[in-house]
């Protein structure tokens, strides 16, 4: 069985404190993207233990901690899973505010429990889910949500973008989340956050919807800076760093741009909304 997973891209992300664990409460729009890994999983013989494997984008770190494997060995605990064949082709890349890995391991979640017919719930996966990363209830819902919390809790909103198009730009600059948090002061809103998204169109964005990480992004790597300002050149509507980046983004009201010759150096890719 092949699945897509796919990623997200931050509408604007405002912290509002740091907790007593040392993270951080935040609200933001999750908004699902098709950029996509590429996972297949198949059932293994009984007498062979389960094997993954991968392939594309590098994986940094211990193969053994692979979040896809914590997925699979999550559910093993409660059901009796037999061994597996994985291939994870990673395509999205890492580290860059897009979600990508939490994708994967939702996707891991939601194909297992497909492939064996384990009828575990849509309640009972977002637990799960939580239990693997704060991203990952997102892409069991995979609809556009306002999450809060520590971005665990997931409610689904009706935001409209269709007709636009988005450019997404990954400078491949690897920021250090646990740094970029520690350099923001939280702050509450006058306004909530979900409702200065869906009460105002995308086009007033610019000036209302803010990602707090920029302003520490923007001044400790000036060239992702750059990439914000070359897509307003371009006539994006709408640009944000998505996440604690190093991703940036442009929402576009034409479906059809070119992309400049100083942003085809970075990871690039379009997509109709």
């Known amino acids: 069985m092949i699945v897509y997973p796919g990623c997200k891209i931050n509408i604007g992300l405002n912290i509002t404190k740091k907790l007593p664990n040392g993270y951080h409460a935040l609200e933001s729009v999750f908004y699902p993207i098709l950029l996509s890994d590429i996972l297949e999983v198949s059932k293994q013989s009984e007498t062979k233990d389960s094997q993954f494997v991968y392939s594309g984008i590098e994986i940094p770190g211990d193969s053994e901690s692979n979040i896809i494997k914590r997925a699979y060995e999550i559910l093993k605990l409660d059901y009796d899973l037999p061994p597996i064949k994985v291939h994870l082709h990673k395509i999205v890349p890492m580290g860059a505010g897009l979600g990508g890995g939490s994708a994967d391991a939702s996707a891991m979640l939601l194909?297992?429990?497909?492939?064996?017919?384990?009828?575990?719930s849509k309640e009972k996966l977002l637990k799960y889910a939580a239990e693997l990363g704060a991203d990952c209830p997102f892409f069991i819902i995979n609809k556009p949500a306002f999450a809060s919390g520590i971005g665990?809790?997931?409610?689904?909103?009706n935001l409209e973008l269709s007709a636009k198009s988005i450019l997404i730009v990954n400078p491949e600059i690897h920021i250090n989340t646990g740094e970029a948090f520690n350099n923001i002061t939280p702050k509450k809103l006058k306004q909530?956050?979900?409702?200065?998204?869906?009460?105002?169109?995308?086009?007033?964005?610019?000036?209302?919807?803010?990602?707090?990480?920029?302003?520490?992004?923007?001044?400790?790597?000036?060239?992702?800076l750059q990439v914000k300002e070359t897509l307003y050149e371009m006539g994006a509507e709408y640009a944000s760093l998505s996440g604690s980046g190093s991703t940036v983004y442009g929402i576009f009201k034409s479906t059809s741009i070119d992309i400049p010759i100083e942003l085809n150096k970075y990871f690039t890719y379009f997509e109709e909304l």
């Open 192 to 224: 909530t956050f979900k409702s200065k998204v869906l009460n105002t169109n995308s086009s007033t964005w610019k000036s209302s919807i803010l990602n707090d990480f920029e302003e520490y992004v923007f001044r400790k790597y000036p060239e992702v």
């Open 111 to 120: 194909l297992l429990n497909k492939l064996f017919e384990l009828t575990i």
């Open 152 to 157: 665990e809790k997931i409610q689904e909103i």
